[in-house]
Structure formats: C-alpha cells, structure tokens
Nanobody, 119 residues
Framework: VQLVESGGGLVQPGGSLRLSCAAS????????MGWYRQAPGKQRELVAT????????NYADSVKGRFTISRDNAKNTMYLQMNSLKPEDTAVYYC?????????????WGQGTQVTVYS
C-alpha cells in the first residue's frame, strides 16, 4: 500500500497550493479519505475529509471557505486546493485513506508534504 503526497512548498500569505495524494496497492476498497496536518510542537489535526460514495465533505473550521477537498476515484487520487493561505497553515500535511486488511478496518497514512507560508 502506498499513499504519496505531492504539491507542498513555500508560498506567501494569500497564495495558493494544490496538494495531491495518489493511492496504490490497496487490496480492499478505499472508503473515506482525508487530509491532516501537524505543525511543529502541535498535535496532528484534521483538515478535511471526503467520503468515497457521495463525496460528502467535512472541513475544520479554520479552513472552511479557503480549502477544497476532492477526489478522483478513477485515478485513486485525492486533492486539497488551498487558497488564501495564512502563516498558521504552515505544517506537514498528511493524507489518510480508510480501508481494511484481512484483520479488519485500518487507516493508512502517507509520508507527508511540507507546506510553509511565509511573509
């Protein structure tokens, strides 16, 4: 199983970035997927999630109206469009995919991609 994030980088406040998460190697269907982030010295927090069927989305209050999560099930890829970025958005962003193994449900994580918003 692999979840590979890309698209992170350096950006000034007010700028935009688009993160991608490519999923491969799953033996069972991927259900909900999500983006999480972890800033230095802080706990990992949820940014946004999206279901596999209806594509229902959920966002942290801090990113509502600025970030948009989407997924292309045919490409097994999830995206996070981040607009109006703020310095407090600086973090390592991780994608997560909910699936299962032979032993039961399991969440799988990517390696993370760094997003730095600097002025």
């Amino acid at each position: 199983v692999q979840l590979v994030e890309s698209g992170g980088g350096l950006v000034q406040p007010g700028g935009s970035l688009r993160l991608s998460c490519a999923a491969s190697g799953f033996s069972y269907p991927v259900n909900a997927m999500g983006w999480y982030r972890q800033a230095p010295g802080k706990q990992r927090e949820l940014v946004a999630t999206i279901t596999s069927g209806s594509g229902s989305t959920n966002y942290a209050d801090s990113v509502k109206g600025r970030f948009t999560i989407s997924r292309d099930n045919a490409k097994n890829t999830m995206y996070l469009q981040m607009n109006s970025l703020k310095p407090e958005d600086t973090a390592v962003y991780y994608c997560k995919a909910d699936s299962r193994t032979h032993w039961g449900p399991r969440g799988f994580w990517g390696q993370g991609t760094q997003v730095t918003v600097y002025s």
